[in-house]
């Protein structure tokens, strides 16, 4: 399946705006945001802990809702999902 | 009015456009570039999401308080220093509800809508934190 990633502020400038993975069906979002981050160390040390989990002020949604929780990690992709990821928003 | 845009806005075209009979009372917001030792700045948007969420906003809004409109238009793009960022225009029929309306719509704004700044200094650029806690994973 195929899954976009879209990719704001610092995240867009260490891997662009957009990328498109083929990844299994059933892929977590930890497992899309670890594919990312085996081509990216810059990448890497902006979305994950020491611990290698994703870090707790990164924003993630997908099809433009936030996902929170679990889903951060367990969420599952499906074919044609949208996944963003940002930092904190400042607008205004 | 929701919209991104990267060109300024009149706001006495918005203030007039929010009138009726029935309004008593209209609250502008406008967020400027400050000086604060800045060069200039960049704002990202990621566009549709941003727009729907001006929207969600919007009708929080008026879900809340007893308002008669809403107007919500921000920009992207290079602004220098004095250009205006926001606009929110508020109109209802009594002042109170259009502060409480207005200052809701910016604080909302402010957690929630994906839309980041980027500052040009002389020492370099750096993006601005923003104020949205999204929490652990767990």
Redesign the interface.
Known sequence: MKVRIKAFARFREIIGSENTLELDDGTSVLSALESLSEGSKDFRDACFDKEGAVASHVVLMINGKRISGRDREAGVLHDGDELAVFPPVAGG | MIRLQKEDFEVGEFIEEAKSRRTGAIVTFI?IVRDDGIEGME????H???E?ELAVIRDEAMREFPLHSVDII?RTGPLRVGDN??LIVVSAGHRKEAFLGCEYV?DR??????????EYRKDGEH????????????
Request: aromatic share 8%.
């Open positions: 967020g704002l990202e948007a990621y549709d999401v941003a729907q921000h960022i926001v910016i704004l402010k957690q929630t809508v994906p839309i980041w700044k980027k993006w601005v934190e923003g104020e949205e806690k999204p929490g652990p994973t767990a």
